[in-house]
């Protein structure tokens, strides 16, 4: 992309063993770390490589990236966390949980079910810092984004699009349908690493009451 | 050494922030790379008052910024020109300036260009969150309190005194970038660009485009013709990195130049900016028109090898001034 940056693509879907390949990909690079480099984005299916042009150039940059991607496969990355994270669903918690139970004609606890019932990936963090893209959804629970976006989504918001769910880590405006919010804080720029959740954990929602939640907050 | 105050806000303007160039290595946790968005006129002003390149300024953006000096600090006022006064009486762009102590620097509306950078001799003593000073507006954090600055915000520095001795430097006028209401930003073509029609691409390339007052530092929103894509491929694609500068096209066809306060989207990306043309996207406001002209890969390296070689003359030049 442009004269700084290289889109290295390992597959063209959503899927485990493609964004295992990214995080494998993204761990030989640490390993091998190349001067002038000043960014990696690891995403769904790619890792955006960004560097510096006075220091690299195309041609540079993607024979090394072509030599270390022979290396995908041969090597160890760590063992994903498994979170639980507890969410409080409808009401004003989430404001959406109506409008997607009538668009899939089931009740609101068939919908918190569905929800709850399903261990999600870490697919990639993006968006926001901390944002993280959760798939998949079960088909019974893919929805379209809202045809008008909000312009204020509160903290720990927890929506879906499509076959995906994601957590908003701070306010800020967007197109998801919310269907509860959780607690935990999901991004705290002072932490290493800054974001509770990394690519490639496992997650579980579990449903909560208002009080619990209020209670978690302190 | 005990950080000394240096200025204090009178009022802030629209928005108004600290910015350094960027926060780099933070891209697996969504984190943006912030900073300046004119990164060549921060550096100017960094040199100017003998700073590193990278230390934090403010970005001011439109107009209305007021501050009063708490003691002499050597200041350099670079980038759009906002009409900046000290006290009643135009200040100089581009050149090291002494502000007394209780005088006041005012910018007073826009001349040219749409952000200037303000560097103070000492920088600003903040720290550092994940290896930067800038201030992330969105998520809150970093520069001074992770937010813009507002009225009485007092900053500080260390060792202001061999600052001082910079006074009278200047840029040189030759490579001072003239901003004007219409822009002509060098593209490559990628990544996705075999993603829309050749008319699609022409569209880009031949059409001029109005800077929609929606923009901000997340991206330049564009208004005119409509960039086609091939039949049968959606609007969006599966989420993946982005750069400042790519051109993104989202389902209605209007280009948008992303800027520094995202690191992912979601959209087709049919060209992206050249490195050596990024400073420029700073200085382009709400109303402006952008032509974009398609150039070599070897043209873009070049031209951004030639504006080094620039900065370093500047730099080896600084000795010689004071």
Known sequence: MGDRSLLVELGDEISPEVNRRVREFYVILLENPIEGLLEIVPAYRSLLIIYDPLKLDLVMIKNRMDDLQKKIGEIQIPEPKTLEIPVVYGGEYGPDMEWVSQYHNISVDEVIQLHTGTTYQVYMIGFMPGFPYLGELPEGLATPRRETPRTVIPQGSVAIAQRQTGIYPVESPGGWQILGRTPLKLFNPLHSPPTLLEMGDLVRFFSIGEKEFKQWQQ | ?322
């Open chain 2, 1 to 322: 050494m005990a950080a000394v105050e240096t200025i204090e806000v009178l009022t802030p303007g629209p928005l108004t922030s600290l910015q350094d160039l960027g926060r780099f290595g933070y891209g697996r946790y969504g984190v943006p790379h912030s900073g300046a968005l004119d990164t060549f006129s921060l550096r100017a002003a960094n040199l100017l008052v003998g700073n590193k390149e990278n230390e934090a300024c403010l970005e001011i953006t439109m107009f209305g910024l007021r501050i009063k000096a708490l003691r002499d600090v050597a200041i350099a006022v670079t980038g759009g020109d906002l009409l900046p006064f000290y006290n009643d009486k135009p200040l100089s762009m581009w050149v090291s300036f002494i502000l007394k102590e209780g005088d006041t620097l005012s910018f007073r509306g826009m001349k040219s260009g749409f952000r200037s950078y303000l560097a103070i001799g000492g920088g600003f003593f903040l720290a550092e969150v994940m290896g930067s000073r800038s201030t992330n507006l969105s998520s809150g954090f970093g520069g001074f309190d992770g937010r813009p600055v507002k009225k009485g915000d007092i900053f500080t520095a260390h060792s202001l005194h061999p600052h001082l001795e910079t006074e009278g430097r200047w840029f040189p006028q030759d490579l001072i970038p003239r901003y004007r209401r219409e822009w002509r930003l060098r593209v490559i073509f990628g990544p996705q660009d075999d993603q829309f029609t050749e008319e699609g691409r022409n569209t880009v390339l031949n059409s001029p485009y109005q800077v929609s007052h929606q923009s901000d530092r997340t991206g330049i929103r564009l208004a005119g013709p409509s960039v086609e894509r091939r039949p049968n491929v959606h609007e969006s694609i599966i989420s993946e990195g982005v750069i400042p500068g790519a051109i993104q096209v989202p389902g209605d066809g209007q280009p948008i130049i992303i800027l520094v306060e995202i690191v992912t989207g979601g959209y087709r990306k049919i060209a992206t900016v050249i490195t050596a043309d990024l400073p420029l996207l700073g200085q382009i406001k709400p109303g402006d028109m952008v032509n974009f002209e398609e150039v070599s890969l070897d043209d873009a390296y070049e031209t951004l090898r030639e504006i080094e070689e620039r900065i370093k003359r500047f730099k080896e030049s600084l000795s010689s001034q004071s």
